[in-house]
């Protein structure tokens, strides 16, 4: 039997894969170390949730009639016979954690931010897995539009930092939910007479969930929408101040946006700010990341009245564009500074060995040793396919002189540095 992944899911790899480079856990960890970073800067701390939770808590909040409810959650009962979903995306989990904990109470205003596993049974293909990696952010407690900008700046300030810049920030505005009832009737309206013309895809968001024929890549839907009424013309006086402040606190923050009348999110919880960050380099999958305000969820999960907006980014997404720019990251240097080679009498020369990489490690300096070959050649080879900078010979003569011989891997140069004296050495080095 040969085992591979589940399909659309992947495995990240401790060497740069020949195949797909992106896919390697250095260049996660340095792109993951940004978003941390950034988070910091703007005040945002880290929540983690379980992988699972109850079913009912994303059915209740993402929707019924979502594509992410409806057909693409990972559920499955217990041995107990309750139903538990893997999380299809983060935010629900997060209201219910802070609802949980009191969170809310405690803290008026809540900035928080998580790296996090989603699970969605999707049609696969580059850029669309059936496991993904999202950077997220989430805030409850604010409704100036001020914290909608600082959300979104913040998602723009993590591409520039890691040196996606070609993107494109989408902003719109979906109203509140009696707002959008009005939009949603009108939309109808427009669309009914040609029904008939629209994909199977676009009749069927019609009735089950009309906005969603908005966010369409179907030419023909587009070409049908193109005079289709705009969610900004139906909104309520409080959603259209919100939304022109928005763009004018992004001016001031030197946001670039564009507006897209077409941009609707695929939960729905959103309210008011809708945002996606569109990619160049993605193919079919361009979305780079996405959010908005969510202002009446905590609220459908049981919680008090409190305001949120966040955002997710997708890890995938953002590893393959920076892989298509040819963007180099900063990746910390797994490489041991020093590398033990022995040769000589075994019973002498390895529990030397040993002694002495435990003295070296424990003095923080990286370290290691060949466990399978005898041969020095061969110590050294794989000293030289671990990329060590410096060897350090141990032989039987070293060991009667009390030195160890410390041999420069760039400058093969080699010298004899006593064996009280090494650690010492290499922590000069390092
Ligand atoms: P969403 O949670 O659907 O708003 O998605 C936010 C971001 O996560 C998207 O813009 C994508 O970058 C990423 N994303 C969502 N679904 C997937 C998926 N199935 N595979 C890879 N990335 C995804």
């Known amino acids: 039997m040969k085992y591979s992944a589940p399909p659309y899911m992947n495995d990240v790899l401790p060497f740069p894969p020949v195949k797909d480079a992106w896919l390697h856990t250095a260049r996660w960890r340095a792109v993951e170390a940004t978003f941390r970073e950034v988070c910091r800067r703007y005040g945002y701390r880290e929540i983690r949730t379980p992988i699972l939770e109850h079913t009912e808590l994303f059915k209740r909040s993402i929707g019924e009639a979502t594509d992410i409810v409806s057909k693409e959650m990972f559920t499955f009962e217990t041995r107990g016979g309750k139903s538990l979903t893997m999380k299809p995306e983060g935010t629900a989990p997060a209201v219910r954690a802070c609802l949980e904990h009191g969170l809310f109470s405690d803290h008026p205003v809540l900035k928080l931010y998580y790296v996090g596993q989603n699970f969605r049974y999707e049609r696969g293909q580059k850029g669309r897995y059936r496991q ?57 309206d427009y669309a009914r007479p040609h029904l008939a013309d629209y994909s199977q895809e676009g009749q069927q968001r019609f009735e089950l969930n009309a906005l969603r024929m908005l966010d369409t890549k179907d030419q023909g839907d587009l070409r049908l929408l193109e005079n289709a009424p705009r969610l900004v013309d139906y909104l309520d006086d409080e959603s259209k101040v919100h939304f022109e402040k928005l763009q004018s606190y992004l001016a001031e923050a030197g946001v670039a ?152 891997q760039t400058t093969k140069d080699q010298r004899d540095v006593p064996l009280t004296d090494i650690v010492s050495e290499l922590q000069g080095i390092a």
């Open 132 to 188: 993904h990696q999202q950077l997220g952010v989430e805030v409850f407690g604010a409704v100036d539009p001020a914290i909608d900008a600082e959300v979104i700046q913040l998602a723009m300030e993590f591409y520039r930092t890691i040196g996606i810049t070609d993107q494109a920030l989408k902003i719109n505005s979906v109203g509140t939910p009696q707002s959008r009832a009005a939009f949603l009737e009108a939309l109808r």
């Open 257 to 408: 946006f564009e507006i897209d009348h077409r941009l609707v999110r695929g939960f729905d919880y959103y309210t008011r700010t809708a945002f996606e960050i569109v990619g160049t380099n993605l193919g079919a999958q361009s979305a780079l990341g996405g959010g908005g305000r969510y202002d009446g969820l905590v609220e459908e999960c049981g919680g008090p009245s409190t305001p949120g907006i966040g955002f997710g980014l997708g890890m995938e997404r953002c590893m393959l564009v920076l892989d298509t720019l040819g963007i180099q990251l900063p990746v910390d240097d797994e490489s041991p500074l020093a590398f033990i080679v022995t040769l000589g009498e075994e019973a002498k020369v390895r529990p030397a060995a040993v002694r002495l990489l435990a003295e070296i490690r424990a003095a923080g300096i990286s370290a290691d040793m060949d466990y399978r070959y005898k041969k020095f050649g061969q110590q050294a080879r794989t000293a030289d396919d671990l990329g060590a900078r410096y060897l350090l010979v141990l032989g039987d003569g070293e060991l009667d002189r009390g030195v160890v011989g410390l041999r420069n």
